[in-house]
């Protein structure tokens, strides 16, 4: 099992349609065991997963403001939500 921080997965803003499984500005989940978080779509897992490895790994992101904060957008270009991956203190 992949230790590590915790990480909290936010829906930050939705840009565009509405997400078909109902995901709504301020829905999260927390990933603090390195397992897939429950609830959450198989797209929006798979465009999540690699920042959340590197928080969870120690990393960040050279071009985000925050080193524990980054954010991604949903690969459905119909209904675009923008997730906030965010490294939580020890």
Partial sequence: ???GPKVKVTVHAVTKGRC???FKVGDSWLIED???????CPSAYN?????IRVFRLGGSHPWDKDK???YVSCPD???MLV???RR???
């Fill in 47 to 51: 465009a999540v997963y690699s920042a």
């Fill in 20 to 22: 078909p499984f109902g």
């Fill in 88 to 90: 939580l203190p020890s």
């Fill in 68 to 70: 524990d904060v980054n």
């Fill in 1 to 3: 099992m992949l230790k």
């Fill in 34 to 40: 390195g397992l897939t978080p429950g609830g959450m």
């Fill in 77 to 79: 270009p119909k209904r």
């Fill in 83 to 85: 997730y906030e991956i």
